[in-house]
T-cell receptor, first 116, second 118 residues
Framework: AQSVTQLGSHVSVSEGALVLLRCNYS??????LFWYVQYPNQGLQLLLK??????LVKGINGFEAEFKKSETSFHLTKPSAHMSDAAEYFC??????????????FGIGTKLQVIP | NAGVTQTPKFRILKIGQSMTLQCAQD?????MYWYRQDPGMGLKLIYY???????DKGEVPNGYNVSRSTTEDFPLRLELAAPSQTSVYFC?????????????????FGDGTRLSIL
């Protein structure tokens, strides 16, 4: 079984401030972890993924996330928020099942508002 | 470089009507998925397919049907539309990956179909 908890359905930051979006996961097997971003009226786009090669993962648009097994967390950060970062962000956990099918469970999403 | 294409983008249906949401991908991905997205609920998996001719139910399959006759196409069918099916529907695809990291592949999403049932 696997699950994802995103703390905070809405987060507001000032332009130029640190962005921190929290994600905790639960998985009975070593997880695959993803962060996706969704802009209005669009589908989800991959920001970054955890491959187990490194605990600190760098993604697009200056975002990064750190896998912490002891805390079962995969928080998303960006040092300085830009107005274009305003979007909804989804954390997701994947696990391989029989037949190679990738079951992915998505969090409920966090809407990021950037204040000028 | 189309990726995943969904049609239509918007649709209004009356209760009891039927329709098919189309999804096509040009990345030769084996895996395809249908999700629905409701406010504050994240994405819920409706159906998925691991290859042509193979489909299976997800978390919320009731009221929907799918087929997968080709690698490229994965249509979703609503037979008797109900107000509870008002939602945004997303199709996605992924490759199975290779070697020891099979399954660690991101999903590629279409832009969605916004469906209202009145």
């Amino acid at each position: 079984a696997q699950s994802v908890t995103q703390l905070g359905s809405h987060v507001s930051v000032s332009e130029g401030a640190l962005v921190l979006l929290r994600c905790n996961y639960s998985s009975s097997v070593p997880p695959y972890l993803f962060w996706y971003v969704q802009y209005p009226n669009q589908g989800l786009q991959l920001l970054l993924k955890y491959t187990s090669a490194a605990t600190l993962v760098k993604g697009i648009n200056g975002f990064e996330a750190e896998f912490k097994k002891s805390e079962t967390s995969f928080h998303l950060t960006k040092p300085s928020a830009h107005m274009s970062d305003a979007a909804e962000y989804f954390c997701a956990v994947g696990a391989r099942r029989s037949g190679g099918y990738q079951k992915v469970t998505f969090g409920i999403g966090t809407k990021l508002q950037v204040i000028p | 470089n189309a990726g995943v294409t969904q049609t239509p983008k918007f649709r209004i249906l009356k209760i009891g009507q039927s329709m098919t949401l189309q999804c096509a991908q040009d990345m030769n991905h084996n895996y395809m998925y249908w999700y629905r997205q409701d406010p504050g609920m994240g994405l819920k998996l409706i159906y998925y397919s691991v290859g042509a001719g193979i489909t299976d139910k997800g978390e919320v399959p009731n009221g929907y049907n799918v087929s997968r006759s080709t690698t490229e196409d994965f249509p979703l069918r609503l037979e008797l539309a109900a107000p509870s099916q008002t939602s945004v529907y997303f199709c996605a695809s992924s490759s199975p990956g290779q070697g020891g990291r099979k399954g660690n592949q991101p999903q590629h999403f279409g832009d969605g179909t916004r469906l209202s049932i009145l």
